[in-house]
């Protein structure tokens, strides 16, 4: 700035011409440009080298849950699970789960209703082994799952979880993601049985469209359906379902809960749900309140015993009347 000054007074001044102005203006954008490069590639290095520092934070970071030296393989022939006085918490100092016992036959399902907070994702949390239970032991099979290689626990079980987080990358590789050896057909296939295979077709890139960050480009309900359609394709022989259709309508949620039938049969089950119309066929259902088990029993059994259970029945009937009826108004 200060020689292109110098240079416009050389230049009134008759000691400069304008050529030479020009020159020394040309001559300053060369130099400037170079000179922005190197900035910004030193901007990139420094936040390359704090990258890589976070890396490797991260990568020393110790796992919580470690394979015991002597650990085998889980082979599931056929699925029974088995929660045995469990006792849980995060933090020392709240409880989470306070003995909890309960068993699933191999190719039942037990459903587990309760307030938020009661700890029912926890259940299923400490069923994929993400934290060891305080006290008491939780087995499949008969093997304590802390006996048996983490990744072919997790294997075995298929989660369709509360709140779904995808990959960033296509509908199509998300699905997939369930059993990475399978065919397009077969991805197809469990697309059409989560009911997605419409939306889907909707799309202008179809199963190559992107969903972003977690998954933020689709809605809750849409990606409640990549979810199931990715445990339909990975056919577990457990499957654990935790508030898997809260966030569909109502007719969506029926047809989906039919093709879920179809997954669920023959198959061991836990199914958490806030919507009780949707476990009335559960082999046994479970009242969790504060981490203790207070009711237990099947859909009659329970509205026989005039407990917390019927009243959330009858709750939730009488709302779904008020509901229909002002369907029939409009
Ligand atoms: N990672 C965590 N660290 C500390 N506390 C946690 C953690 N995850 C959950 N909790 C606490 O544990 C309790 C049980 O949580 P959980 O997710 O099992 O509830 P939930 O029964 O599934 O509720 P909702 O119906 O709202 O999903 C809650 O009070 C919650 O605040
Ligand atoms: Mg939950």
Redesign the pocket.
């Known amino acids: 700035m200060a020689s292109l000054l110098l240079s416009a007074n050389a230049v009134v001044r008759g000691e400069q011409t304008i050529g030479d102005f020009v020159l020394i203006h040309l001559f300053l954008i060369q130099l400037s440009q170079p000179l922005a490069f190197i900035g910004g590639v030193y901007r990139e290095i420094r936040q390359s080298l704090t990258d890589i520092e976070v890396l490797f934070g991260l990568l020393e970071t110790p796992a919580e849950i470690i394979d015991s030296s002597n650990a085998r393989d889980l082979t599931v022939p056929s699925g029974s699970i088995c929660f045995d006085d469990v006792h849980f918490h ?2 020392d100092d709240r409880p ?1 789960l306070r003995g909890i016992s309960f068993d699933v036959p191999a190719g039942k399902t037990v459903a587990i209703v ?9 259940i299923s949390r400490l069923l994929c082994r993400f934290y060891d239970v305080t006290a008491g032991s939780i087995s499949i099979d008969g093997h304590d799952i802390r006996s048996v290689k983490a990744i072919s626990l997790r294997a075995a079980i298929g989660v369709v979880p ?1 709140d779904t987080v995808l990959f960033n990358d296509t509908i199509g590789y998300n699905i997939h993601y369930g059993h990475l050896d399978a065919g397009k057909e077969a991805v197809w296939n469990a697309a059409v049985g989560a009911k997605i295979d419409g939306f889907i077709q909707s799309l202008p890139s179809g199963l190559e469209t992107e969903v972003g960050e977690r998954g933020l480009k689709l809605s809750g309900g849409e990606k409640q359906r990549v979810a199931i359609a990715r445990a339909i394709l990975k056919a577990p022989p457990i499957l654990i379902l935790d ?1 898997a259709t809260s966030s569909l309508d109502t007719k969506t949620e029926q047809d989906i809960n039919q093709a879920l039938d179809l997954v669920l049969k023959d198959r061991t089950a836990i199914i ?1 749900a ?1 919507r009780l119309s949707t476990i009335v066929t559960a082999d046994e259902i479970i009242v ?1 309140d504060k981490g203790q088990i207070t009711e237990r029993g099947t859909h009659q059994n329970l509205l026989l015993q005039n407990g917390v259970y019927q009243k959330m029945w009858n709750r939730q009937q009488a709302f779904q009347e008020i509901e229909q009826k002002l369907k029939s108004l409009t």
Do not use: N
């Open positions: 995060y933090a989470i309760g307030q938020s907070g009661a700890g029912k994702s926890t509360q508030e958490i806030h969790l």
